[in-house]
């Protein structure tokens, strides 16, 4: 039951973030291995990219995606959070005095947030090539030209197989356990100290609004440029033996943007990465707290 209740959660925030997510991935490939000033800005900030985006392609545009991001949002926030909750069920995340073990908190989100990446990686690969996709001149990366994400997996899969669907999931579980293990461990360790202080307990989820915003800031300082690293990863071309034709890995990628990019590349579309971020660890996290004490409760009378 955890691992649904986190699903649901993630899958309810997912939708409201979605729009910012495209916003994002396109910021964060455009000028792509071009040093500054030598390609074409289509997006200048989030609002002239919505703009852009719409005129161009649509209103409906900036939720492409959405349906990979929903089953994405299912499947690694009801590991991840499925997991992180059995942790503190066994009681591996408390001390003596119930208070969050700050370190034990970070592992856990970590561990449970690798896990989640692992499993939910092939709807990031499919999700993040759809959301780049767009008219040709606005276009940025690598142009995959899928129809949806039922097309976009039997085509990865018939040309590469199931190795196809899990190309960069390494960069996923890096990404995915460094932004876990900031959002989980903040929320966690605010949201108890407001508690047993009284602070933000107008309401019964005021601490979790507070705290899961300052997780939201966490998380983005912390999992941006290893955002923009998977985003290159995935969108990538590849040649005929399923190799990246741009980047053969993590280091490679992360080199090759330092070389040509400059270090500041690493936090290309954290503008919207944080708009997307904060409403939807809100979200997420009030979500999560609210479908805990749904579930309780149930239980309680059965």
């Not at 690694?76 to 700050?102: M, P």
């Not at 030209?145 to 199931?162: R, S």
């Not at 923009?228 to 034709?245: C, E, F, K, P, S």
């Not at 992360?254 to 809100?282: D, M, N």
Request: aromatic share 10%.
């Amino acid at each position: 039951m955890d691992f649904i209740v986190g699903g649901v959660a993630g899958v309810g925030a997912g939708f409201f973030s979605n729009p910012f997510d495209v916003v994002k991935t396109r910021m964060q490939l455009q000028g792509e291995l071009r040093a500054k000033g030598k390609h074409a800005v289509h997006y200048r900030n989030i609002p002239h990219a919505m703009y852009t985006i719409v005129k161009h392609d649509g209103v409906t545009a900036l939720q492409k995606g959405l349906v990979p991001a929903l089953w994405f949002q299912l499947v690694v926030n009801g590991v991840r959070l499925g997991i992180y909750q059995h942790a503190d069920d066994f009681g591996l995340l408390r001390d003596e005095h119930n208070n969050t073990k700050f370190v034990n908190s970070l592992f856990f989100g970590c561990i449970s947030g690798m896990c989640g990446g692992l499993c939910g990686s092939p709807l990031q690969l499919v999700k993040t090539q759809l959301m780049s996709y767009s008219s040709e001149k606005i276009a940025v990366g690598t142009q995959h030209a899928h129809t949806g994400m039922v097309y976009a997996m039997q085509k990865i899969y018939n040309k590469n197989g199931l190795a196809g669907l899990w190309r960069g999931a390494h960069g996923m579980m890096l990404r995915n356990s460094i932004g876990s293990a900031a959002q989980i461990a903040s929320f966690a360790v605010c949201k108890e100290w407001m508690d047993d202080n009284n602070v933000f307990q107008q309401s019964k989820y005021m601490s979790s609004f507070m705290a899961s915003n300052i997780g939201a800031l966490g998380k983005t300082v912390f999992l941006t440029p290893m955002d923009v690293i998977m985003t290159r990863l995935y969108n990538q071309a590849i040649d005929a033996n399923g190799r990246g034709v741009l980047y053969s890995g993590i280091i490679d990628c992360a080199k090759k943007i330092t070389q040509s990019e400059g270090l500041l590349a690493f936090y290309k579309g954290i503008g919207p990465s944080y708009l997307r971020q904060a409403p939807h660890t809100v979200l997420l996290l009030v979500f999560w707290d609210m479908l805990k004490d749904l579930q309780k409760n149930i239980e309680l009378h059965t």
